[in-house]
């Protein structure tokens, strides 16, 4: 009988132990977040945001999405962020849109895989009443309430320019572009095909468009280079153009022979840089879109004035002679 009362005595100073423990974590737990103004704020109550990429695996989209994030925590927004399986599927982010509508989204940040495609989905968001704030490319509306984006055509002539610069003779030009219907591939295709023209050294120009990812890249690059070995000037006109390009000239040995100016960075991308299978990159702040993307949404929510309804986010030049300052490390390799 007192064996049992001893174990019925340690079992209950142990639950008084684990009480005490348990009191003294929620309390720090609510100071804490007393102190930062986090708390008593349920879910349901707080606005959502349906956030809507063209990709989640890509180290651009994923920087975007870290953007995203950042804001949302900030101004205490309930966030989703979504994409589609492919960067072809505008189908996919038109049943998104969709499905934020009937879920009560209080606005929308969207990049459009189809410019004319993605329009009527939209449309039918705005119609809801919800706000849609464009980010990375556009969308045939113009009813959205704001963009955030890089200066694609000025990109591309910056992409263009630094290879006038770089091949004094004639230029034989291909160009690697993502889907036809993306109008931040067209506006970039468009900057460097103007920029390169201007100069009267263009002899001819080829063009190939791809399946946006790293192996259709790969393989268009190796058709036109086959087709056209007289190039010696390429542009690869966003990060899974840039890699498939690069590993098809890796492969190829044609490092001292051909030119790459591609877009976006990554590590490997950035070590192609390094060792010559990219001449240059034209590097965004896709971190930026991210972050006044939904900051942007949430002043609309609560009705205050934005800015301006058009935002341009920054564009770097990188090459092998300043890839190693430190603003530019700070560009290239972000920690999200």
Same mark, same amino acid.
């Given at each position: 009988m007192r064996s049992k009362r001893k174990n019925i005595?340690?079992?209950?100073?142990?639950?008084?132990?684990?009480?005490?423990?348990?009191?003294?974590?929620?309390?720090?737990?609510?100071?804490?977040?007393?102190?930062?103004?986090?708390?008593?704020?349920?879910?349901?109550?707080?606005?959502?945001?349906?956030?809507i990429g063209k990709s989640d695996v890509s180290a651009f989209w994923i920087s975007v999405s870290s953007g995203a994030r950042a804001a949302a925590a900030e101004y205490n927004i309930d966030m989703t962020f979504e994409a589609p399986g492919s960067e072809e599927d505008y189908e996919a982010q038109n049943a998104m849109i969709r499905a934020a509508i009937s879920n009560g989204a209080k606005a929308i940040v969207f990049s459009a895989i189809d410019y004319n495609g993605n329009a009527e989905a939209i449309r039918e968001a705005i119609d809801a009443g919800i706000p849609v704030v464009i980010i990375d490319s556009d969308v045939n509306c113009d009813d959205v309430s704001c963009r955030i984006m890089t200066d694609n055509y000025e990109a591309g002539r910056l992409a263009g320019e630094h290879a006038l610069e770089n091949n004094p003779g004639t230029l034989v030009v291909g160009v690697v572009n993502y889907d036809v219907n993306s109008a931040n591939g067209q506006q970039r295709e468009q900057g460097f095909c103007d920029a390169i023209n201007e100069s009267g050294r263009v002899e001819a120009i080829y063009t190939v468009n791809c399946v946006s990812t790293e192996e259709s890249a790969y393989e268009g690059t190796m058709q036109l280079l086959a087709e056209h070995p007289e190039i010696n000037t390429l542009a690869a006109l966003n990060e899974l153009m840039s890699l498939g390009s690069g590993y098809a000239i890796r492969d190829l040995g044609l490092q001292d022979d051909l030119e790459i100016y591609a877009f976006d960075s990554n590590v490997?991308?950035?070590?192609?840089? %390094?060792?010559? %299978?990219? %001449?240059?990159l034209v590097v965004q702040n896709p971190y930026a879109m991210g972050y006044l993307g939904v900051e942007s949404a949430?002043?609309?929510?609560?009705?205050?004035?934005?800015?301006?309804?058009?935002?341009?986010?920054?564009?770097?030049?990188?090459?092998?002679?300043?890839?190693?300052?430190?603003?530019?490390?700070r560009m290239i390799f972000r920690f999200e």
């Open positions: 005595s340690k079992t209950v100073i142990l639950s008084a132990v684990l009480l005490v423990v348990i009191g003294f974590a929620v309390f720090y737990v609510m100071r804490q977040a007393l102190s930062t103004g986090t708390i008593f704020t349920p879910r349901e109550t707080r606005p959502y945001v349906a956030v490997i991308s950035v070590g192609m840089l %390094e060792t010559g %299978e990219i %001449e240059g949430n002043n609309l929510i609560n009705g205050t004035k934005l800015p301006s309804a058009n935002i341009n986010t920054t564009t770097t030049y990188v090459a092998y002679d300043n890839m190693y300052n430190i603003d530019i490390q």
